[in-house]
Nanobody, 116 residues
């Protein structure tokens, strides 16, 4: 059974940092592209960052390039999102995602609030 569990969200001041974690179970996450999405109130869910299986190539939304870094720890079956220089517009619920066997799986999400 595929499960994704996000953690690490919270309240942070502008300019601060957070590291989100996505613990995967029921499959080997290193064999799949893993992605982070976010959804702000009243807005559509958007792709923030992704990391491929082979080679671990990464791609980022323009709005987070240079500030966010996606990485994976294959031994822990976990994917991370390091978020630096956070801005109020980064406030959203952040979701981990994997597409496997023709299905898209989501975690429950973790709230990130950037506010002074």
């Amino acid at each position: 059974q595929v499960q994704l569990v996000e953690s690490g969200g919270g309240l942070v001041q502008p300019g601060g940092s957070l590291r989100l974690s996505c613990a995967a179970s029921g499959f080997i996450s290193s064999s799949y592209t893993m992605s982070w999405y976010r959804q702000a109130p009243g807005k559509e869910r958007e792709l923030v960052a992704a990391i491929t299986s082979a080679g671990g190539r990464t791609n980022y939304a323009d709005s987070v390039k240079g500030r966010f870094t996606i990485s994976r720890d294959n031994a822990k079956n976990t994917v991370y999102l390091q978020m630096n220089s956070l801005k109020p517009e980064d406030t959203a619920v952040y979701y981990c995602n994997v597409k496997r066997g023709g299905r898209s799986y989501w975690g429950q999400g973790t709230q990130v609030t950037v506010s002074s």
